[in-house]
């Protein structure tokens, strides 16, 4: 019994020590000291979430809420062009260069020192940011948003596009594929 318990523990120390060091040479390891499922003092955790609880989160952190029709108006004002209005997708690689918003930049929550070098200025200067994601049930919008807020972004300029992505195509509006500002639009029939 005593050897069938040894050898668990020899078995369990050399899987920590090799699932760590593939984490760790990994381009998408995750940091270990980062906390992924931030909340603020004294209130829930955005997540999970129940239908009709996304306002009244994103008020508790000082955030709003904007819907398809204000996100495109936002996406039409002219000072969108001057990138005083800023959209911000909050979806993956893999995502992003699938289709986001003209212009948008990404921000993949889980990998913030990847974006935010990138990210900050932009945000610092810009008047209003609408943060989105796939939409539907992601939230990775209202958690990129929050990360946004810890890094010293007021919140109040922080807006939140519950509808996403999948809503933008589905109007029809048009998608950006690759990089950022790549000039490869493809519009969505919806």
Avoid at 18 to 27: C, D, E, G, K, Y
Avoid at 110 to 138: D, N, Q, S, W
């Amino acid at each position: 019994m005593k050897r069938i318990l040894r050898e668990a523990l020899v078995i369990g120390a050399l899987g920590l020590t090799m699932a760590s060091v593939a984490n760790l040479v990994s381009p998408r390891g995750l940091s270990l000291a980062r906390d992924y499922f931030p909340a603020k003092a004294g209130t829930d955790s955005p997540a999970p979430s129940r239908p009709g609880a996304l306002p009244a989160r994103l008020a508790r952190h000082g955030l709003g809420l904007v819907d398809g029709l204000q996100a495109r108006k936002l996406f039409d004002d002219p000072r969108y062009e001057q990138e005083r209005i800023l959209f911000i997708d909050a979806r993956d690689d893999r995502h992003y260069q699938e289709g986001h918003v003209p212009g948008a930049y990404q921000f993949d929550r889980y990998y913030p020192e990847r974006h935010l070098p990138a990210l900050l200025p932009g945000c610092l200067a810009a008047e209003t940011i609408v943060v989105y994601c796939t939409g539907g049930t992601c939230e990775d919008s209202e958690f990129a948003a929050l990360t946004l807020t810890e890094a010293g972004l007021p919140p109040a300029r922080l807006l939140v596009y519950a509808g996403g992505m999948t809503e933008w195509a589905s109007f029809g509006w048009p998608v950006e594929t690759g990089a950022r500002k790549s000039g490869l639009l493809r519009s969505v029939k919806p």
